[in-house]
């Protein structure tokens, strides 16, 4: 296949910069779960585009920070592996606001590699002074001298996205296709029913909670002519969080319930039956054992 060009784009940034927002846009779909809380997203996810001549493959990855515990270790350990095994070019998302010390730090790791760098700053929908965004760019400038290119765009809109999936595609190397032609994502429907349940979770809940939990698809059966039926399992960390996700007379699972069923059913395009538990897993966050069962 002379001539085609295919490689992985991986974006990377500190948390809430965008990234699972821009990686939808470019998937044309919701595949990363994006609320406006910080640390949403906890894995690698990844979109394939196409066209003529060329497949890209961009990686959502988890926000950089420094870890506290061992799900947060085990995080930035996915950004670093495709940073460090995955990335043929990478889109360093930014918000159009100064770097903090964290934004900086990844901006140093990102620049030290050896693959064109793209500097994304988003949220233009937001309207920042251009002035702002003229020295943000400065100081990003100063951080990665050698940028393949610099981006102003809303992820959320859609704004100068197709210029930024440009430049990565045509950064590319020549190589085969590493997906076969069609291939939307490389996920199970299994792991989005855990991440949907997860983003309601985040929505609903407040302070530490969201933080506190695992999602864990213990049944997921389809049969023709009826329902999915889909059995989650929420675990938490201790026995005082239970009762908040259950709720007075079981109001806020019951909340939690329908309004995971509701997004299951529009993002598998058929109906569901779910069944919510809840269950106490101490200290699960840093236990390798239960982090590799959750797939972290």
Same mark, same amino acid.
Not at 10 to 21: E, H
Not at 59 to 73: A, I
Not at 158 to 177: Q, R, S, T, W, Y
Not at 215 to 241: L, P, T, W, Y
């Given at each position: 296949m002379a001539?085609f060009?295919?490689?992985?784009?991986?974006?990377a940034?500190?948390?809430?910069?965008?990234?699972?927002?821009?990686?939808?846009?470019l998937?044309?779909g919701?595949?990363?779960?994006?609320?406006?809380?910080p640390?949403?997203?906890?894995?690698n996810?990844i979109?394939?585009r196409?066209?003529?001549g060329?497949?890209?493959?961009?990686?959502?990855?988890?926000?950089?920070?420094?870890p506290k515990?061992?799900?947060?270790?085990t995080?930035l350990?996915?950004l670093?592996l495709?940073?460090?095994?995955?990335a043929?070019?990478?889109?360093?998302?930014?918000?159009?606001?100064?770097?903090?010390?964290? $934004?900086?730090?990844i901006?140093?790791?990102v620049?030290?590699?050896n693959?064109?760098?793209?500097?994304?700053?988003?949220?233009?929908?937001?309207?920042?002074?251009?002035?702002?965004?003229?020295?943000?760019?400065?100081?990003?400038?100063?951080?990665i001298p050698?940028?393949?290119g610099?981006?102003?765009l809303?992820a959320?809109?859609?704004?100068?996205v197709?210029l930024?999936e440009?430049a990565a595609?045509d950064a590319?190397p020549?190589?085969?296709?590493?997906?076969?032609?069609?291939?939307?994502?490389?996920?199970w429907?299994?792991?989005?029913?855990?991440?949907?349940?997860?983003q309601?979770?985040?929505a609903?809940y407040?302070?530490?909670?969201?933080y506190?939990? $695992?999602v864990?698809?213990e049944?997921?059966?389809?049969?023709?002519?009826?329902?999915?039926?889909?059995?989650?399992?929420?675990?938490?960390?201790?026995?005082?969080?239970?009762?908040?996700?259950i709720?007075?007379?079981?109001a806020?699972?019951?909340?939690?319930?329908e309004?995971?069923q509701?997004?299951?059913?529009?993002f598998?395009g058929?109906?569901v039956m779910?069944?919510?538990?809840?269950?106490?897993?101490?200290?699960?966050?840093?236990?390798?054992e239960?982090?590799?069962?959750?797939?972290?």
């Amino acid at each position: 296949m002379a001539g085609f060009k295919s490689g992985f784009i991986v974006l990377a940034g500190v948390p809430n910069a965008g990234k699972s927002t821009l990686l939808n846009r470019l998937a044309g779909g919701n595949l990363a779960i994006v609320t406006p809380k910080p640390q949403t997203t906890r894995d690698n996810i990844i979109a394939v585009r196409e066209g003529e001549g060329w497949q890209a493959v961009f990686v959502d990855t988890p926000g950089y920070l420094e870890p506290k515990y061992g799900l947060q270790r085990t995080m930035l350990g996915r950004l670093k592996l495709a940073l460090t095994e995955d990335a043929d070019a990478v889109a360093l998302v930014a918000e159009p606001e100064m770097p903090g010390p964290e $934004a900086e730090a990844i901006a140093r790791e990102v620049g030290g590699l050896n693959v064109p760098v793209f500097l994304v700053i988003n949220k233009m929908d937001k309207k920042p002074q251009p002035a702002l965004v003229e020295q943000v760019m400065a100081r990003y400038e100063q951080i990665i001298p050698s940028l393949a290119g610099k981006f102003r765009l809303s992820a959320a809109n859609g704004n100068g996205v197709h210029l930024l999936e440009k430049a990565a595609v045509d950064a590319l190397p020549e190589h085969p296709p590493y997906f076969d032609p069609g291939t939307w994502t490389d996920r199970w429907e299994r792991y989005f029913v855990a991440e949907i349940v997860r983003q309601q979770i985040l929505a609903l809940y407040q302070q530490e909670i969201p933080y506190a939990c $695992a999602v864990e698809v213990e049944d997921f059966k389809e049969e023709k002519g009826r329902k999915d039926a889909i059995r989650v399992i929420v675990h938490v960390e201790r026995d005082s969080q239970k009762p908040i996700i259950i709720g007075k007379r079981g109001a806020a699972i019951a909340k939690l319930r329908e309004t995971s069923q509701k997004a299951m059913e529009a993002f598998l395009g058929r109906p569901v039956m779910l069944a919510l538990f809840v269950k106490v897993t101490e200290n699960w966050r840093n236990d390798p054992e239960q982090l590799a069962r959750f797939g972290y």
